[in-house]
Each structure stands twice: as C-alpha cells, then as structure tokens.
C-alpha cells in the first residue's frame, strides 16, 4: 500500500509559482521539500521570569535539546518532514536554544512571530507606540516584520508564520492590537496568520470578521484548534469564508477524545474539504504549562508521533482515502507556508 504519509507533494498553486519559498531555521527552501507538515506545534514552552527565578523541577536543561532531537528524528522515521515551532512571545520563545534542534535534527523547523495573550500586553506595550509616552511607530509592527523579513533576536532565523490569540475574553483592546499588527505584517510579507481559537465560543467567526477587515485574505488565515468542536455547521462556515482549519490537538483527549475528532473530520471529508483542513497536536518535547508528567498521566497520546502512528490508521479505516490525508497534510500546508506576493484588489 502507498504510504499515506508521503512525501512527494502534487503540483499546485503553491508548488507553481516560480521563486517561492518558505523560511526555515535552516534557511529557505522550496515548498515541494516540505512534504508531510504537522503545521501546530511546539518544541519547548515555557515562562522566562518564572524560569529564572523559579526553574521547573522537570525541566533538563543539560538533556532537553537531546530530547527534542529524539522526538523529532522519530517523526522523520514515520515519514513526517516539516515541523511549524508555534511558540510565539508570551510562550517562551528562545530561537537560540532551538538552533541546535534545527541543526541535527533530520526534518525542517519553521519558526513563528507574533504574540501570545488572550487579554493584556505587558507593561512595555503601555508607554510604546504611538500617542503613548515614548511615541513612535507600533512596536508589535517592527517585532513581527523585523521576525519575518531579517531574523529572530540576532540571529539568521527567519519567521514563516504569524500567530495570533482570541479566547473567552473576546478581543480585547490589546488583542486587537496584536491581531492588527499581524494583519500589516500579513499584508507586507505575505506570511499566512493561523489563530488560537475558541470552538465553543465560535470565536473563529470574529478572527475572520477581524482580519478580513483589515485586508487579510481569508485563505491566508488557519482558525486554529477547530478540532476541539463537533459543530460541523460552523466549521463550514469557516472554510466556506475561504479559511483553512486546524484540526491541530490530536492527543488532548482531556478536551476531547481523539475518536472523536477523527470522526469530526471524516464527516467533513464525506462534504468535500480535504483542501482546507491541516491536521497536527499542539504539542510539546516540554511545557511549563502541562509538564511531563501531568501528560503521561492525562494525555499519554499527546506526542509529535500521534498522528503516524494512531490517527491516521484511525482515518483510513474510516474512509479517508490515501490521497485525503495527502491533500491535509502535504499540499494544504505546502500552499499555506508559501508566501503570497501582496494584492492589490
């Protein structure tokens, strides 16, 4: 049988465009040499202050980047290529603890910008930009397209997504003001934008209301976390606008069981949206947030390899066909991760 999860992507709009490429920490490379992309992850979070003064007990410093090349490797070995780091400020970005992850370990790692809070900025935000006390240009602009057009704190690392929040507190006024700033970067770089969201408030609709606003094509927009609903009407509504969607948390059988999801996206499958689903975890080699072992006791699945090795065998006995799972995970993220030259209508 044809490996679900190859690696030889069919031609599209995203392979055809002569001169595209996607950044990675390794550098730049064509979209036909991403393959079998998990588009929602994360390698290391964590909470700077609170990791300086108050390190995690689980937390392995002198063995975590041999830990995340391990996991990684393993991903390469059940046919997976490409891996999109999601961890954005607010969640404990560190490219340079990453670098060498990046360097040995055999898939592709794509860094992200943006920013990560469903409420306020910190304090900084407050007197920076403009009309504030230090006037100026919006820092948050400058951060995200300085990440995406030259490097990621001093080195060479080049963002190839934005990343955006909206949960139960609605989009806020600093929120707004993250998601803005994501817009122009969006706008000016041709960087696709993929959301935290909340299925249960279908706060996906305001994201989309929000961004579309603001010029952002909505086919350049990922609703993130679709999977934890079964409300298939609204996740229509979603792709129907034009977005993709992250059915992203396989493995957080806390929120809801992977059966269940799997079947969430079969019955979408059944209606004809293999072209705008992405699949992957939302999860972590570690977390400050749910560490080890609160994972291996609540969300033992919760791992890179769940996808090869339990969910996508789940799909096909359910019916999704080997070109499916293609189109969701090879082609659809090929087409997303491509940068789009700016419209002008």
């Known amino acids: 049988m044809t490996d679900p999860l190859r690696t030889d992507p069919r031609g599209d709009s995203a392979q055809e465009r002569p001169g595209a490429v996607v950044q990675t920490f390794r550098g730049p490379v064509h979209p036909d040499q991403l393959g079998t992309t998990l588009v929602h992850e994360h390698v290391f979070v964590g909470s700077p202050e609170l990791d300086l003064n108050h390190p995690h007990p689980e937390w392995e ?8 090349v391990t996991a ?13 780091d999601l961890t954005v400020l607010g969640l404990g970005r560190d490219v340079a603890r990453l670098v060498p992850v990046a360097e040995r370990a055999p898939v592709h790692l794509i860094a ?8 306020v900025l910190p304090p900084f935000f407050r007197t920076h930009g403009p009309g504030l006390l230090v006037d100026g240009p919006d820092p948050l602009i400058e951060f995200f397209l300085h990440d995406i057009e030259e490097g990621i704190a001093g080195t060479a690392v080049r963002a190839g997504m934005l990343k955006v929040v909206t949960d139960e507190e609605g989009i806020t006024e600093d929120v707004a003001r993250v998601m803005t700033a994501a817009a122009v970067a969006a706008q000016q770089t041709g960087v696709p934008i ?48 034009g977005s993709t969607i992250g059915m992203d948390r396989f493995g957080m059988e806390h929120v809801l069981p992977d059966e269940r999801r799997v079947a969430t996206v079969l019955a979408l ?20 947030v749910t560490p080890p072992s609160w994972r291996a006791a609540h969300a033992p699945h919760w791992r890179f390899e769940n996808l090869p090795t339990r969910v996508v065998p789940m799909l096909l006995a359910g019916g999704a066909t ?6 969701m995970t090879v082609v659809n993220p090929a087409r997303l991760l491509t940068p789009h030259p700016r419209r002008t209508s």
């Open 269 to 288: 499958l059944r209606l004809g949206y293999a072209d705008r689903m992405v699949l992957s975890h939302d999860a972590a080699c570690f977390s400050r």
């Open 112 to 119: 992200s910008t943006g920013y990560y809070t469903a409420n």
């Open 322 to 327: 080997e070109d499916e799972l293609h189109q």
């Open 194 to 241: 993929t959301t935290h969201s909340r299925p249960a408030l279908r706060n996906g609709l305001d994201q989309q209301a929000f961004l579309q606003k603001r010029g952002v094509p909505l086919d350049r927009v990922v609703i993130g976390h679709s999977g934890d609903t079964e409300d298939l009407t609204y996740l229509r509504v979603l792709m129907d606008a």
């Open 61 to 68: 410093p002198d063995t975590a980047v041999d830990r995340a």
């Open 72 to 84: 990684l490797t393993r991903l390469r070995d059940l046919g997976v290529r490409t891996v999109v």
